[in-house]
């Protein structure tokens, strides 16, 4: 809300009475001739300068409880944004500002032709609009040696008999949008020739909103808290004050005696030693994605255990520490001449291990499953390639290059560096840094709207929906009528929610995939000893996770 009155409507009649009843009195202790009662004094002389001075004064107590921490604090609404910025700067605390959201689309065409792709090509994914993040047009070349610019692109072939080629886009207005998976399809304006798909080649970056009034007195308590190792207050301050790790929201810290810590137990006494902490981190809104081209080794031909048929190999990578630090999962791994579309192979076995390496500092980690997550995982993977060839493979020897796309939290490593590191770190103590446990949602309902309303626009709901599940950090529960609030918010007059279902896979760091489903309240359950509690796991969902029903009603 501004601080200045903008129109003569935001004022109160009785704002205006009071004002009218001053300024009367003024003039007529003035000059006691003058009616003021009525006549061109009263409506033209007395009323207009009531109206003014009621707006002076409506702008003079907004000016006033503005510069108030206590009046911003019980209604963060009537504040200008300058003035807030201005008092808490005071405590140090400065509005995160937005930015863009980013990514890349693959463009697929169907012959080997040079193309320019024009700098004023418009990339559609959900309700967001994306331009080139290029200072300039894109030249796509079929060949490497035709390439006169870091800019050019060059024409890759896919299994299909199609060619490909992938350019970086950014959001055209700054702020936090839906999530983009891969594989989401992209709509492009104008074509490029010969044109026939365009993808989402990775997940995207989400952008920043800039903070409202209300979410930057929610970090109140932080701004004003020492940025040091302390308190858990300070702890989370200090981490989120440090200009690399302005996208770490959420920050959940376990210590002694929390029933998730297990690495203040090593001793052959069965207590809590203290001197432990762990820390669950939010990064990003959704994981990352990470791919990267890997050697897999032939391990042994693989046979339907039904039928006895061949069907294909079993191959074996090792991924190492410093590999995709703290990754989850692997989502996608393919041949590197596999088009995106691609789903890839079936992961048959994915085992941690971890790695402490020979680092100064060293957290106290005794086992895969405390690694998990972790800047230490490392991992044994073996999947099912049911195209390449391997009558001729040697078990241990015949090597092939895949693909393969992980999601994690991003910067794991080097917050592990940095709360670990001899300046930050408690010194009677350790820190070991962990990516907060993720709960990979779906939620499903049916949309009961009148035969006359319009059909409601789904994407910005989706969009909606996962921008608000994703800032709920960590969490005891979705309640149905949270969901139902957000949605109800977009919905043309009328219209309601019904069969509302949530359901959750959470990737345990210990036990695989435990999931949860509910039509009323999603609980994250209580499992301390497989390191899944309220306290680690945070609620992800992505747009493409929603399902929405239409249904028409009289």
Same mark, same amino acid.
């Given at each position: 809300?501004?601080?200045?009155?903008?129109?003569?409507?935001?004022?109160?009649?009785?704002?205006?009475?009071?004002?009218?009843?001053?300024?009367?009195?003024?003039?007529?202790?003035?000059?006691?001739?003058?009616?003021?009662?009525?006549?061109?004094?009263?409506?033209?002389?007395?009323?207009?300068?009531?109206?003014?001075?009621?707006?002076?004064?409506?702008?003079?107590?907004?000016?006033?409880?503005?510069? !108030?921490?206590?009046?911003?604090?019980?209604?963060?609404?009537?504040?200008? =944004?300058?003035?807030?910025?201005?008092?808490?700067?005071?405590?140090?605390?400065?509005?995160?500002?937005? /930015?863009?959201?980013?990514?890349?689309? =693959? $463009?697929?065409?169907?012959?080997?032709?040079?193309?320019?792709?024009?700098?004023?090509?418009?990339?559609?994914?959900?309700?967001?609009?994306?331009?080139?993040?290029?200072?300039?047009?894109?030249?796509?070349?079929?060949? =490497? %040696?035709?390439?006169?610019?870091?800019?050019?692109?060059?024409?890759?072939?896919?299994?299909?008999?199609?060619?490909?080629?992938?350019?970086?886009?950014?959001?055209?207005?700054?702020?936090?949008?839906?999530? $983009?998976?891969?594989?989401?399809?992209?709509?492009?304006?104008?074509?490029?020739?010969?044109?026939?798909?365009?993808?989402?080649?990775?997940?995207?970056?989400?952008?920043?909103?800039?903070?409202?009034?209300?979410?930057?007195?929610?970090?109140?308590?932080?701004?004003?808290?020492?940025?040091?190792?302390?308190?858990?207050?300070?702890?989370?301050?200090?981490?989120?004050? =440090?200009?690399?790790?302005?996208?770490?929201?959420?920050?959940?810290?376990?210590?002694?005696?929390?029933? %998730?810590?297990?690495?203040?137990?090593?001793?052959?006494?069965?207590?809590?030693?203290?001197?432990? &902490?762990?820390?669950?981190?939010?990064?990003?809104?959704?994981?990352?994605?990470?791919?990267?081209?890997?050697?897999?080794?032939?391990?042994?031909?693989?046979?339907?255990?039904?039928?006895?048929?061949?069907?294909?190999?079993?191959?074996? $990578?090792?991924?190492?520490?410093?590999?995709?630090?703290?990754?989850?999962?692997?989502?996608?791994?393919?041949?590197?001449?596999?088009?995106?579309?691609?789903?890839?192979?079936?992961?048959?076995?994915?085992?941690?291990?971890?790695?402490?390496?020979?680092?100064?500092?060293?957290?106290?980690?005794?086992?895969?499953?405390? +690694?998990?997550? !972790?800047?230490?995982?490392?991992?044994?993977?073996?999947?099912?390639? &049911?195209?390449?060839?391997?009558?001729?493979?040697?078990?241990?020897?015949?090597?092939?290059?895949?693909?393969?796309?992980?999601?994690?939290?991003?910067?794991? !490593?080097?917050?592990?560096?940095?709360?670990?590191?001899?300046?930050?770190?408690?010194?009677?103590?350790?820190?070991?840094?962990?990516?907060?446990?993720?709960?990979?949602?779906?939620?499903?309902?049916?949309?009961?709207?009148?035969?006359?309303?319009?059909?409601?626009?789904?994407?910005?709901?989706?969009?909606?929906?996962?921008?608000?599940?994703?800032?709920?950090?960590?969490?005891?529960?979705?309640?149905?009528?949270?969901?139902?609030?957000?949605?109800?918010?977009?919905?043309?007059?009328?219209? +309601?929610?019904?069969?509302?279902?949530?359901?959750?896979?959470?990737? /345990?760091?210990? +036990?695989?995939?435990?999931?949860?489903?509910?039509?009323?309240?999603?609980?994250?359950?209580?499992?301390?000893?497989?390191?899944?509690?309220?306290?680690?796991?945070?609620?992800?969902?992505?747009?493409?996770?929603?399902?929405?029903?239409? %249904?028409? $009603?009289?």
């Amino acid at each position: 809300m501004a601080i200045t009155v903008q129109t003569l409507a935001e004022l109160t009649d009785a704002e205006v009475e009071a004002a009218h009843d001053i300024i009367a009195q003024l003039v007529k202790e003035n000059n006691p001739a003058i009616d003021t009662k009525r006549g061109v004094i009263h409506d033209l002389v007395v009323h207009f300068s009531a109206l003014l001075g009621a707006a002076k004064d409506k702008e003079i107590d907004r000016l006033r409880r503005s510069m !108030s921490l206590k009046a911003i604090l019980e209604d963060p609404t009537l504040a200008d =944004t300058d003035i807030v910025d201005s008092v808490l700067s005071n405590y140090r605390i400065t509005r995160a500002s937005s /930015s863009e959201a980013t990514g890349a689309v =693959t $463009i697929v065409v169907s012959s080997l032709r040079a193309l320019t792709l024009p700098a004023n090509t418009t990339f559609t994914a959900g309700s967001t609009t994306f331009r080139l993040s290029t200072s300039s047009g894109i030249s796509v070349r079929t060949s =490497t %040696e035709q390439l006169t610019s870091a800019d050019d692109r060059v024409l890759e072939a896919l299994q299909d008999g199609t060619y490909a080629f992938t350019v970086p886009v950014i959001a055209q207005t700054a702020g936090s949008i839906g999530p $983009i998976k891969r594989l989401d399809v992209v709509a492009l304006a104008p074509r490029p020739a010969q044109y026939v798909a365009a993808y989402a080649a990775l997940d995207f970056s989400t952008g920043v909103a800039a903070e409202t009034n209300t979410q930057l007195l929610a970090r109140f308590e932080e701004g004003v808290a020492t940025k040091a190792w302390s308190n858990r207050v300070s702890i989370a301050a200090m981490i989120k004050d =440090t200009t690399t790790f302005t996208g770490v929201t959420d920050v959940s810290i376990i210590g002694m005696s929390d029933a %998730e810590m297990r690495r203040d137990q090593h001793s052959i006494l069965p207590i809590s030693l203290g001197g432990r &902490t762990d820390m669950y981190v939010r990064s990003s809104q959704t994981p990352a994605t990470t791919t990267n081209k890997i050697t897999a080794t032939f391990v042994e031909k693989y046979l339907d255990p039904v039928t006895g048929a061949f069907v294909g190999g079993i191959w074996q $990578i090792g991924v190492g520490a410093n590999e995709v630090p703290g990754f989850y999962e692997v989502s996608r791994v393919a041949l590197t001449t596999a088009t995106a579309a691609d789903a890839g192979y079936e992961v048959t076995s994915l085992v941690r291990d971890y790695d402490l390496g020979t680092a100064e500092f060293i957290p106290d980690i005794t086992s895969a499953q405390e +690694a998990a997550f !972790s800047k230490y995982q490392t991992a044994i993977i073996q999947f099912l390639d &049911t195209d390449t060839d391997v009558s001729a493979a040697v078990a241990g020897t015949t090597q092939v290059d895949y693909d393969m796309t992980f999601s994690h939290m991003p910067l794991i !490593s080097d917050l592990q560096n940095f709360c670990g590191g001899r300046t930050v770190r408690n010194p009677a103590g350790d820190v070991l840094v962990k990516g907060a446990v993720p709960c990979f949602l779906s939620i499903n309902f049916t949309i009961k709207k009148p035969v006359s309303a319009a059909d409601p626009d789904q994407d910005a709901i989706k969009d909606a929906l996962a921008l608000a599940i994703n800032a709920t950090g960590f969490t005891s529960y979705l309640h149905a009528s949270r969901v139902s609030d957000i949605v109800s918010e977009l919905l043309p007059s009328g219209s +309601a929610l019904a069969g509302i279902d949530m359901f959750g896979r959470i990737v /345990s760091p210990t +036990a695989g995939n435990i999931f949860v489903r509910d039509g009323d309240v999603l609980t994250i359950p209580d499992r301390p000893a497989d390191l899944v509690t309220p306290r680690t796991v945070i609620l992800v969902l992505s747009s493409g996770d929603v399902g929405i029903t239409i %249904e028409n $009603i009289s």
